[in-house]
């Protein structure tokens, strides 16, 4: 099992920038691709950014490429969301998730196994 704690979250203006983390314990996240999602009220969970076990590819969201940067750190078992930029429309609540590494980047938020909780970003106009 993986145990998966988001943090980082706040109210920050448009244009400014935050950086969300996840800690992960239970075991090493080494051989877990791992995810961010976002969902705001009323909409579905929708995939944000996927990083590979090695930290050497990752792929993105169109709504959020050249501004958000996603980043792994397996000696500290964590993972990063560096967020710039920030719009209205990036305001939800942001998850971390993991699936064990197949090679394969997937978008859809079933496929990844493990979770965490959540936190808050809300960028104001």
């Known amino acids: 099992q993986v145990q998966l704690v988001e943090s980082g979250g706040g109210l920050v203006q448009a244009g400014g920038s935050l950086r969300l983390s996840c800690a992960a314990s239970?075991?090493?996240?080494?051989?877990?691709?791992m995810g961010w999602f976002r969902q705001a009220p009323g909409n579905e969970r929708e995939f944000v950014a996927a990083i590979n076990w090695s930290g050497g590819t990752t792929v993105y969201a169109d709504s959020v490429k050249g501004r958000f940067t996603i980043s792994r750190d397996n000696a500290k078992n964590a993972v990063y969301l560096e967020m710039n930029s920030l719009k209205p429309e990036d305001t939800a609540v942001y998850y971390c998730a993991a699936r064990l590494d197949d090679g394969i980047y997937y978008r859809q938020s079933y496929r990844y196994n493990y979770w965490g909780q959540g936190t808050q970003v809300t960028v104001s106009s």
């Open positions: 239970g075991r090493t996240i080494n051989g877990y691709r």
